[in-house]
């Protein structure tokens, strides 16, 4: 929100754009009323007046000093506590454990919550020494109690962040763990995503729809399916021949790359959420 102290003052490097964006319409009804021809194609004008707020927006950003919401104000001077939550085997899970090994992620994985029992991410936890909870989503009588009870679990792991990690269940976030939770989708949002969209599903219907590019989105959750600011894409080819299996597998390629990735730039301070644009800052200077 804008603060109240702001006056006319603090927009004036912005009216002229601001003016242009609000007379486009007045511009349109001229060109019919004088006779001067067809106006300007609608689309065109659509993405000219969408442009112009985006500049306009920034322009007042830069102009009143407003900033965005950093979910961290400063680089974790420690690795980040991550608790990971999985539904299936924990293919994201070994993944991440594979970094913290390699050096290539400085993270410290307190717990891991699966929604169902008997799954293998659950296993693959235990073997590493991890704390591993089952919350199962069918002992809880709503989405409320459900979320409950997980959050209850990481709080008391004094976690920082939250990857969900082929979690196929919907939570509720609660107040305390706002921009703290991430999602990684096996698409690029905003397509093949939502509700029911989710494994193989996704790549069959990216073949289906002849997509020639495909790839992972890891976003900020929020209380809808692949909702909320995304943070980092990579896109793969889609080759001939491609079955949803081939594509996953080259699509699972670019996921472990995206979270590790998108993990780093969290610990580090360089996240800052604008609406619904997530900028990556630079880094801050030794």
């Given at each position: 929100?804008?603060?109240?102290?702001?006056?006319?003052?603090?927009?004036?490097?912005?009216?002229?754009?601001?003016?242009?964006?609000?007379?486009?319409?007045?511009?349109?009804?001229?060109?019919?009323?004088?006779?001067?021809?067809?106006?300007?194609?609608?689309?065109?004008?659509?993405?000219?007046?969408?442009?112009?707020?985006?500049?306009?927006?920034?322009?007042?950003?830069?102009?009143?000093?407003?900033k965005g919401i950093k979910p961290l104000a400063r680089p974790l001077d420690r690795?980040?506590?991550?608790?990971?939550?999985?539904?299936?085997?924990?293919?994201?899970?070994?993944?991440?454990?594979?970094?913290?090994?390699?050096?290539?992620?400085?993270?410290?994985?307190?717990?891991v919550i699966g929604s169902r029992p008997n799954i293998g991410g659950l296993e693959?936890?235990?073997?590493?020494?991890?704390?591993?909870?089952?919350?199962?989503?069918?002992?809880?009588?709503?989405?409320?109690?459900?979320?409950?009870?997980?959050?209850?679990?990481?709080?008391?792991?004094?976690?920082?962040?939250?990857?969900?990690?082929?979690?196929?269940?919907?939570?509720?976030?609660?107040?305390?763990?706002?921009?703290?939770?991430?999602?990684?989708?096996?698409?690029?949002?905003?397509?093949?995503?939502?509700?029911?969209?989710?494994?193989?599903?996704?790549?069959?219907?990216?073949?289906?729809?002849?997509?020639?590019?495909?790839?992972?989105?890891?976003?900020?959750?929020?209380?809808?399916?692949?909702?909320?600011?995304?943070?980092?894409?990579?896109?793969?080819?889609?080759?001939?021949?491609?079955?949803?299996?081939?594509?996953?597998?080259?699509?699972?390629e670019a996921e472990c790359e995206a979270y590790p990735e998108a993990v780093r730039?969290?610990?580090?301070?360089?996240?800052?959420?604008?609406?619904?644009?997530?900028?990556?800052?630079?880094?801050?200077?030794?």
């Amino acid at each position: 929100m804008i603060s109240s102290s702001l006056n006319w003052r603090d927009y004036r490097g912005i009216a002229p754009l601001v003016n242009f964006f609000l007379f486009l319409p007045f511009a349109v009804k001229l060109f019919r009323l004088w006779g001067l021809g067809s106006p300007p194609d609608p689309w065109l004008l659509s993405g000219l007046r969408s442009s112009l707020l985006k500049v306009t927006v920034t322009q007042m950003a830069e102009t009143t000093g407003i900033k965005g919401i950093k979910p961290l104000a400063r680089p974790l001077d420690r690795p980040i506590r991550l608790g990971v939550l999985i539904s299936g085997g924990g293919t994201t899970l070994v993944n991440f454990l594979r970094r913290i090994e390699m050096g290539q992620l400085r993270a410290e994985i307190p717990i891991v919550i699966g929604s169902r029992p008997n799954i293998g991410g659950l296993e693959h936890a235990r073997r590493a020494g991890i704390r591993a909870e089952v919350v199962a989503r069918k002992d809880c009588k709503s989405v409320e109690e459900f979320s409950d009870r997980i959050f209850s679990l990481l709080r008391d792991a004094r976690v920082d962040l939250v990857p969900l990690s082929g979690f196929l269940s919907l939570i509720r976030i609660p107040d305390d763990f706002t921009n703290r939770v991430f999602n990684i989708h096996n698409a690029l949002i905003p397509s093949f995503c939502g509700k029911g969209l989710y494994g193989l599903k996704v790549h069959a219907a990216a073949l289906a729809r002849g997509v020639k590019l495909s790839g992972c989105t890891v976003h900020f959750a929020d209380n809808l399916y692949d909702h909320g600011p995304i943070v980092v894409q990579k896109a793969v080819p889609v080759l001939e021949g491609d079955t949803p299996e081939i594509l996953a597998a080259r699509v699972f390629e670019a996921e472990c790359e995206a979270y590790p990735e998108a993990v780093r730039l969290f610990a580090e301070g360089r996240l800052e959420i604008v609406e619904s644009t997530v900028r990556i800052l630079d880094r801050a200077p030794a």
